[in-house]
């Protein structure tokens, strides 16, 4: 599995097993057991998927019987908004890990730039009063906490998720250190030349989430209409002329660019395909074809955090 070399010298795999919207539970236990089997080391979480009891489950009778060991695994996950105050962070990574029945997370991110309240627990914003805002809940004051836990020895890498490059100067700016890697949504329809530059410049790995363009996101997440990045005709050519799947050229296509990435399936079948996007090699001409289908759209828009007077918005969020 190739890798890419992170700030901290660790080796971390550029491809992995996405968890969100991963269900039922026999379902995700199935492809977590399927996905070890293929050869996936990597695999992607977070508090708020609320599945990670089942991801601990899946992994219980694997680390039991040393199918594979937990030092050849990598781990990522999350901390929710509502843990944005100091003395929640490490409140949050314990949940995960109780969660996950592991002692350590490889990799922690903050899972997006927005505070809310901390007696919300797992939930998703309901109302404009759910959320703080960032003039009182500072990201570096929250990226502080997140800096503590390395010490710990129960993280072995902190970034961030859902960050701008505004967002990633304002840690800069405090004088803190930066993140060891930015997740964020990147396809062929949301290229991120911008932050991609950004982050080479500074040091940041990227992660991209919805490589495929998640269309089994839930109704209220999608957009009428939105373009089907799976269904674009350039990606159908190239995939047609390599005699890979379209998925495949995507997945190339990232890794290429030197992006980690962590398409989810939950199928067999899926799961190996997307494996073998390792083996799939575009030429310099697809890469460009590919970098010129950029719309910048998101499938992921922030909408959830629009409410009337909430501190934050799907416009402001990204900028
Ligand atoms: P499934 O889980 O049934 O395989 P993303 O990673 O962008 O969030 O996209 C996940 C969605 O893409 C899921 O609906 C998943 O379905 C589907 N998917 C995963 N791998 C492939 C593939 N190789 N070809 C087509 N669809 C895929």
């Known amino acids: 599995m190739q890798t890419i070399t992170l700030s901290s010298n660790d080796?971390?795999?550029?491809?992995?097993l996405g968890t969100w919207k991963s269900e039922p539970k026999a379902l995700l236990i199935e492809a977590i057991h399927q996905a070890v089997d293929i050869g996936y080391r990597h695999f992607d979480c977070a508090a708020i998927y609320q599945n990670e009891p089942v991801v601990g489950e899946a992994f219980q009778p694997l680390l039991r019987d040393q199918m594979v060991k937990r030092e050849d695994l990598w781990m990522t996950s999350k901390l929710w908004n509502s843990y944005h105050?100091?003395?929640?962070?490490?409140?949050?990574?314990?949940?995960?890990?109780?969660?996950?029945?592991?002692?350590?997370?490889?990799?922690y991110l903050m899972h997006w730039p927005v505070a809310m309240q901390s007696d919300l627990g797992l939930k998703r914003p309901k109302r404009a009063t759910d959320f703080v805002s960032l003039t009182d809940m500072p990201l570096e004051t929250t990226w502080e906490a997140m800096l503590k836990l390395q010490d710990t020895g129960r993280v072995?890498?902190?970034g961030v998720s859902n960050f701008s490059i505004r967002n990633l100067?304002?840690?800069?700016?405090?004088?803190l250190p930066m993140p060891a890697v930015l997740q964020i949504e990147c396809h062929p329809y949301l290229t991120q030349v911008a932050l991609k530059s950004y982050c080479d410049?500074?040091?940041i790995a990227i992660?991209?989430?919805?490589?495929?363009?998640?269309?089994?996101?839930?109704?209220h997440?999608?957009?009428?209409?939105?373009?089907?990045?799976?269904?674009?005709?350039?990606?159908h050519a190239v995939a047609s002329g390599l005699g890979a799947t379209?998925?495949?050229?995507i997945l190339a296509w990232l890794r290429q660019r030197g992006i980690i990435t962590i398409p989810k399936s939950t199928h067999a079948g899926r799961l190996a395909e997307n494996f073998q996007s390792l083996n799939v090699q575009l030429s310099d001409e697809h890469i460009q074809q590919i970098n010129a289908l950029n719309q910048n759209f998101r499938y992921v828009d922030g909408k959830v955090y629009d409410f009337p007077s909430s501190p934050y918005n799907s416009v402001d969020i990204w900028k």
């Open 156 to 158: 072995k890498n902190i």
């Open 85 to 107: 105050a100091p003395e929640m962070v490490e409140i949050g990574l314990s949940q995960t890990l109780n969660a996950l029945q592991m002692d350590y997370l490889d990799l």
């Open 11 to 16: 080796q971390m795999p550029m491809l992995g």
């Open 169 to 175: 100067e304002q840690l800069k700016a405090a004088g």
């Open 207 to 219: 992660t991209a989430y919805s490589p495929l363009g998640s269309q089994d996101r839930p109704v």
């Open 201 to 203: 410049e500074h040091n």
């Open 246 to 249: 379209p998925a495949q050229v």
């Open 221 to 235: 997440f999608k957009a009428q209409d939105e373009p089907l990045v799976l269904e674009n005709p350039v990606i």
